[in-house]
């Protein structure tokens, strides 16, 4: 079946970089445009980044545009979320999510992996 | 940025009972909106897709309704698994938004 599993959590200091991975089986990865969707504690869902299956769509949410970077590598069929500048405010749990194509919603999401920014 | 309003933050009902949970947009999104169902320390579930299409597995007492500005989901008899909060989104325009939630509590 469809999975994902995010990994590359963890605590780091304010003004570091943190790179984030979401693995992809059950489906053609190659096929699909893919999103970063993270909930701050106590907060409700905010959309990150998407990306389109062949990387011609990339757009990000406003309070991450120029921070981060998200790509994909079809051949091992991994996401990528690149943080760079972090601040406290990006302390998250994130979510990789599958769109059904590219409609711009997400069908099936990861468990997520957390990030803390903390001096 | 499209602005995405829920009402009520909490509904507080009974297993069984019915619920409808609103969402406002701040301008005409057509009919580019989802819900999600999100429980504490679990992954967040699509339950409706393009106003009013139930997503793979979703029970039929879900439904959803609207358009234009005005969008609600309703629970027609609620389970005790329904218990949990639900966000809507719209991919009208970018950036996604999603609305703040509406808490289902018992």
């Known amino acids: 079946q469809v999975q994902l599993v995010e990994s590359g959590g963890g605590v780091v200091q304010p003004g570091r970089s943190l790179r984030l991975s979401c693995a992809a089986s059950?489906?053609?990865?190659?096929?699909?445009?893919m999103h970063w969707v993270r909930q701050a504690p106590g907060k409700g869902l905010e959309w990150v980044a998407i990306i389109s299956h062949d990387e011609e769509k990339i757009f990000y949410g406003d309070s991450v545009q120029g921070r981060f970077t998200v790509s994909r590598d079809n051949s091992n069929n991994m996401l990528h979320l690149q943080m760079n500048n972090l601040r406290a405010e990006d302390t998250a749990v994130y979510y990789c999510a599958k769109d059904p194509y590219n409609y711009n919603y997400m069908d099936v999401w990861g468990k997520g992996t957390t990030v803390t920014v903390s001096s | 940025e499209i602005v995405l309003t829920q009402s009520p933050a909490t509904l507080s009902l009974s297993p069984g009972e019915g619920a409808t949970l609103s969402c406002g947009a701040s301008?005409?999104?057509?009919?580019?909106l989802a819900w999600y169902q999100k429980k504490p320390g679990q992954t967040p579930r699509l339950i409706v897709y393009d106003v009013s299409k139930r997503a793979s597995g979703i029970p039929a007492r879900f439904s959803g309704s609207g358009s234009g500005t005005d969008f609600s989901l309703t629970i027609s008899s609620l389970e005790p698994e329904d218990f949990a909060v639900y966000h809507c989104?719209?991919?009208?325009?970018?950036?996604?938004?999603f609305g703040p939630g509406t808490k289902v509590e018992i």
């Open positions: 059950g489906f053609s990865f190659r096929s699909f445009s």
């Open positions: 301008q005409s999104i057509d009919s580019f």
């Open positions: 989104q719209q991919y009208r325009d970018w950036p996604l938004t």
